[in-house]
């Protein structure tokens, strides 16, 4: 049988690799599985401007790599690999990961989130050519052309003022006239000459034959109208999901699929623990979920003390 672990840190966002700093530090010998792509939503995000100690911002990848160096640092080892499943049923914890099987005595889960899909008709068959969700990813295939971005939240304006560095002209598509992002990015992209608005709009399905995508039938919402919108791309962002497939409904979530936090960062199951994207609702900062690694290997800590024999 595998070495039992003290702690298996999965993910590797900001939580995870803080999460793994912290654990290592406390001399528990944390591995963390990452993922086959590591760093999480970070890696797509150009430019970090609110994190503090930055004051010229830094870059995503760039941050990442910086943290990852520092977990290792401190005894972390980093294994870039998805975790396919968990068994929480009996203490050692299971992580099957391909066929290997991994044993701890408690797990941190910072697996993150993802973008979601519109699910508008035709979506499917525009998916990664045309339609993307990552501009930091896809914008440069846009180069002088005019594209669309779907959302009206921080991801929505960061993305569409992103690609105003490639694009001849972006289109903010928003369902209604209020808009969840914050002042200042808000701004930011009202003050961009090439970005224009289809405020009260909707995308009702994509236009264009597979492989050659050619704009959006858009609705009103206020007035049901439709009208053909013809561009070259469109970038959908609408926000994001939590990342807990893997689990399999082991540990409780809410209806949307975010960790419930029970007694401090520990979930419904003693001895596993969660933090960043997976169980933030509300903040989704990089900053959050790094002091949610730290709380959760904290708690983890504490934890195997008081439950050592
Ligand atoms: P969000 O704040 O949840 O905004 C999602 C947007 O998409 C909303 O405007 C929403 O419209 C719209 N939307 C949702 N479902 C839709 C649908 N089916 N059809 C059309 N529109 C739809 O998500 P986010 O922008 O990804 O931001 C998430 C968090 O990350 C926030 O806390 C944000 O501050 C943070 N963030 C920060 C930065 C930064 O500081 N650099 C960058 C990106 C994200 P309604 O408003 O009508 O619901």
Redesign the pocket.
């Known amino acids: 049988m595998p070495d039992v672990r003290e702690v298996i840190i999965i993910g590797s966002g900001p939580a995870g690799y803080t999460a793994g700093l912290y654990a290592g530090r406390a001399m528990l010998k944390p591995i963390i599985f990452a993922g086959f792509s590591s760093g999480g939503q970070l890696m797509l ?1 150009s ?4 994190f503090p100690g930055y004051p010229e911002g830094i870059g995503g990848p760039e941050m990442m790599m910086e943290l990852r160096l520092q977990a290792s640092k401190f005894g972390c080892d980093i294994v870039d690999k998805n975790v396919d499943s968990v068994d929480l049923s009996e203490r050692p914890f299971k992580v099957n990961v391909g066929d290997e099987i991994h044993l701890a005595k408690t797990l941190i889960v910072t697996t993150g989130a993802e ?2 899909w ?3 008709e035709n979506e499917s068959i525009h998916k990664g050519r045309g339609i993307s969700t990552c501009a930091t990813c896809d914008g440069a295939f846009f180069r002088d052309k005019e594209v669309i971005v ?10 569409a003022t992103f690609l105003t560095r490639f694009c001849s002209k972006v289109t903010i ?4 006239e ?5 002042q200042i ?1 808000l701004e930011r992209a009202r003050s961009n000459p090439k970005i224009e608005w289809k405020i009260n709009y ?2 009702k399905s994509w236009l264009g034959m597979e492989g050659n995508f050619e704009g959006a039938t858009l609705v009103n919402t206020e007035s049901g109208e439709e009208e053909n919108f013809f561009c070259d791309g469109a970038f ?5 999901k939590p990342i807990t497939n893997f689990l399999s409904g082991q540990v409780e979530t809410d209806d949307q699929g975010y960790i419930l936090w029970k007694e401090n960062s520990m979930t419904s199951v003693p001895g596993v623990f969660a933090g960043g ?1 997976v169980v933030d609702t ?4 990089a900053i959050t979920a790094a002091g949610m690694g730290c709380m959760a290997a904290i708690d983890a800590e504490r934890w195997i003390e008081d439950n050592a024999h």
Request: charged share 25%; proline share 0%; net charge negative.
């Open positions: 995000t430019d970090i401007e609110n973008a979601i519109l699910n508008a779907v959302g009206g939240g921080d991801s929505a304006m960061e993305e598509v928003h369902r209604r209020v808009f969840r992002s914050s990015m909707q995308v959908i962002a609408i926000g994001h994207d509300r903040y989704r900062q």
